[in-house]
């Protein structure tokens, strides 16, 4: 990273973007402060798991190839630009022990949840597959945003997943969507993980039966999810915005998920900490060789305060690919979107 760039966000400490990036900081510790009931961990079930972090993290997160790819649709609505059918699939994922879901308020619901939105009278060759961030509860204002940007630069049609333990797929009791993807629990965290990627290449062989190009597209959480993916999906297009090389490190030291930092504190205070090596492969770190397609770029902002840039830019250089920066702060990436998109598409193009 250039010099200036580093001392300049040194140097800097109140951006316009702080207006929303420290609220939203503020109302996560609100939110979270406190403790998610959950199953206690059990020595059979927590020894099930800390071998996995010794294991090639490939082999934990692979597709089962006898998986099938049929989703059943709903019926469309009308969106105003779009027409939104909603689809179902039974997910591909299997947990590597049922005993986290024996309580039913933690299972992550085992139906596959995808959103379609298409241009009305509209045929297209491309798909665009959106994964979103953390605690995101549904896709109105993305649908007003970035899927109109996104058709507007690459006229495809748009998916997007609901990740586990979001949107429709959220515990009945839970306190927020999203509340026990990163609630703290190390066995829980890691196969809400698993089970991401594990849907997105399914959705991804899906999508590729039908279209000639896949674009796949996270932001945040979504970003990191995508940045996993590209070590088993190939001939598509990536771009992972504002993701980190290591999330789980990054959200236990941020403000968004206190609950993770109690978690942790308890266990050291048990003398516990070795239960996280649960969690050592979802590092990108622990991937190397890096597998990327080709056409994979990461996207940062020089004053993100939940992603700080030189964990992305970190990233970048890890997997070796093109790095794009923009102004602004976790939460003002649509302020620069369209034109992220619009030099990115271009790379693409150029390559083929």
């Not at 829980?188 to 849907?199: G, K, L, N, T």
């Not at 794009?324 to 390559?351: E, M, V």
Request: charged content about 20%; proline content about 4%.
């Amino acid at each position: 990273m250039n010099t200036k760039i580093r001392q300049l966000v040194r140097t800097l400490h109140v951006v316009p973007s702080d207006l929303l990036e420290y609220p939203v900081i503020n109302y996560f510790q609100y939110r979270n402060n406190g403790y998610l009931e959950d199953l206690l961990l059990t020595d059979n079930l927590i020894q099930k798991y800390l071998y996995l972090h010794e294991k090639k993290p490939r082999s934990l997160f692979s597709l089962d190839s006898k998986a099938k790819r049929r989703i059943l649709w709903k019926k469309g609505v009308d969106r105003g630009l779009f027409c939104e059918s909603i689809g179902s699939a039974y997910t591909p994922y299997k947990p590597i022990s049922e005993a986290i879901f024996t309580d039913s308020k933690f299972d992550p619901i085992k139906q596959l949840v995808i959103h379609r939105y298409q241009k009305k009278g509209k045929e297209h060759s491309t798909a665009f597959l959106f994964i979103h961030g953390y605690a995101e509860s549904h896709f109105i204002f993305h649908e007003q945003m970035y899927f109109r940007l996104a058709y507007n630069q690459f006229k495809s049609d748009i998916f997007a997943l609901e990740l586990p333990y979001h949107h429709h797929r959220v515990p009945y009791d839970s306190p927020f969507s999203g509340a026990y993807f990163l609630n703290g629990n190390p066995v829980r965290m890691f196969e809400a993980f698993r089970q991401s990627v594990i849907e997105i290449q399914f959705l991804i062989n899906y999508l590729k039966n039908k279209y000639d190009r896949v674009i796949l597209f996270g932001v945040s959480l979504g970003g990191h999810l995508v940045a996993l993916s590209t070590q088993f999906v190939t001939d598509i297009d990536c771009i992972a915005a504002l993701a980190s090389p290591f999330l789980f490190s990054l959200a236990s030291k941020s403000n968004i998920v206190p609950i993770a930092n109690n978690y942790i504190q308890q266990h050291k205070e048990q003398g516990l900490t070795s239960y996280y090596k649960i969690l050592y492969s979802t590092n990108l770190k622990y991937f190397y060789p890096y597998t990327t397609n080709e056409n994979t770029t990461i996207i940062g902002g020089l004053y993100d305060r939940i992603v700080p840039f030189n964990l992305v830019w970190k990233l970048a250089k890890m997997l070796g690919k093109q790095l794009y920066r923009y102004p602004g702060g976790h939460l003002t990436l649509l302020a620069w979107f369209r034109s992220l998109i619009g030099q990115i598409d271009k790379q693409f193009n150029s390559s083929v």
